[in-house]
């Protein structure tokens, strides 16, 4: 059974810092790309930050600099480090892994609240 079990969320003040962490196990196959998306009320989901299996990051442009995503591939998990937080970060972060044969997943998600 697939499953991508997300940790880290929060609530924290403008300035803080947070790092969510996401643990796959089941997945079919080699972990290609691990990456965070987000979804704040009424918007788009959107890609924050995504690496690659040689550790090749890109980021959004609102977070570079601020946050970091990093991998561990023995254990199978993605973190993202976020520092400097601010209030347009609070949304539902999403933790997304795609593997060989092209099959794509999901984590469950989990709140990151930045107060003013």
């Known amino acids: 059974q697939v499953q991508l079990v997300q940790s880290g969320g929060g609530l924290v003040q403008t300035g803080g810092s947070l790092t969510l962490s996401c643990v796959a196990s089941g997945i079919v196959g080699r972990i290609k790309t691990m990456a965070w998306y987000r979804q704040a009320p009424g918007k788009q989901r959107e890609l924050v930050a995504s690496?690659?299996?040689?550790?090749?990051?890109t980021y959004t442009d609102s977070v570079k600099g601020r946050f970091t995503i990093s991998r561990d591939n023995a254990k199978n998990t993605v973190y993202l480090q976020m520092n400097s937080l601010k209030p347009e970060d609070t949304a539902v972060y999403y933790c997304?892994?795609?593997?060989?044969?092209?099959?794509?997943?999901w984590g469950q998600g989990t709140q990151v609240t930045v107060s003013s």
């Open positions: 690496i690659t299996s040689d550790d090749t990051t």
């Open positions: 997304f892994v795609s593997a060989t044969f092209g099959i794509n997943y």
